[in-house]
T-cell receptor, first 114, second 113 residues
Framework: NAGVTQTPKFRVLKTGQSMTLLCAQD?????MYWYRQDPGMGLRLIHY???????AKGEVPDGYNVSRLKKQNFLLGLESAAPSQTSVYFC?????????????FGPGTRLTVL | AQSVSQHNHHVILSEAASLELGCNYS??????LFWYVQYPGQHLQLLLK??????LVKGIKGFEAEFIKSKFSFNLRKPSVQWSDTAEYFC???????????FGSGTRLQVQP
């Protein structure tokens, strides 16, 4: 039982390049989330999904797109990377969105945009 | 918008010292409160959570937190820290109307042997 996994662990991009971050969970969770973590700012929600085929914007969605084609996967895309997107990206999942549902986090992807 | 404040950004303690990390939130309605820990190089793990009932919550590894509604606070405590407690600690809040968590900026704890 791997929990939440993220691919890749590290990536360096040049400004304007595109990439996709993959999050996978094997817990059959309905909800999945993408956060970014920046020094002194904690984690901020980018996008989330309440089920297969659905996505919704979070606190800082600009410059990112997401897709949830399969229940176990949640992809985060950067179409044209900018230095402001240099960050550590965390994926999380939970069984539901209700108060009692703990979020489980992946190990993170460290992205640098030059 | 909901916000979470963690007043201590970097705390340095010696082993066996007592720990208290502050957390205040802005939302006035019903909230669920969490403390997460991130050990160096690892992902976030849940330390403890509060939903309702006894405002003193006990978590893993000897940590506890007290919810004081009148002060909008949820401070994390441990009577005697160990070197292995060196990590970053995040307070998070979810109001019952939202699906995701709002995190504080984190407190980096360094425990010296």
């Amino acid at each position: 039982n791997a929990g939440v996994t993220q691919t890749p662990k590290f990536r360096v991009l040049k400004t304007g390049q595109s990439m996709t971050l993959l999050c996978a969970q094997d817990m059959n969770h309905e909800y999945m989330y993408w956060y970014r973590q920046d020094p002194g700012m904690g984690l901020r929600l980018i996008h989330y999904s309440v089920g297969e085929g659905t996505t919704a914007k979070g606190e800082v969605p600009d410059g990112y797109n997401v897709s949830r084609l399969k229940k176990q996967n949640f992809l985060l895309g950067l179409e044209s990377a900018a230095p402001s997107q240099t960050s550590v990206y965390f994926c999380a999942s939970s069984q539901g969105g209700g108060s009692y549902n703990e979020q489980f986090f992946g190990p993170g992807t460290r992205l640098t945009v030059l | 918008a909901q916000s979470v404040s963690q007043h201590n950004h970097h705390v340095i303690l010696s082993e066996a010292a007592s720990l208290e990390l502050g957390c205040n939130y802005s939302y006035g309605g019903t909230v669920n409160l969490f403390w997460y820990v991130q050990y160096p190089g690892q992902h976030l793990q849940l330390l403890l959570k509060y939903f309702s009932g006894d405002p003193l919550v006990k978590g893993i590894k000897g940590f506890e937190a007290e919810f004081i509604k009148s002060k909008f606070s949820f401070n994390l405590r441990k009577p005697s820290v160990q070197w292995s407690d060196t990590a970053e600690y995040f307070c998070a809040v979810r109001d019952t109307g939202r699906r995701a968590l709002t995190f504080g900026s984190g407190t980096r704890l360094q425990v010296q042997p």
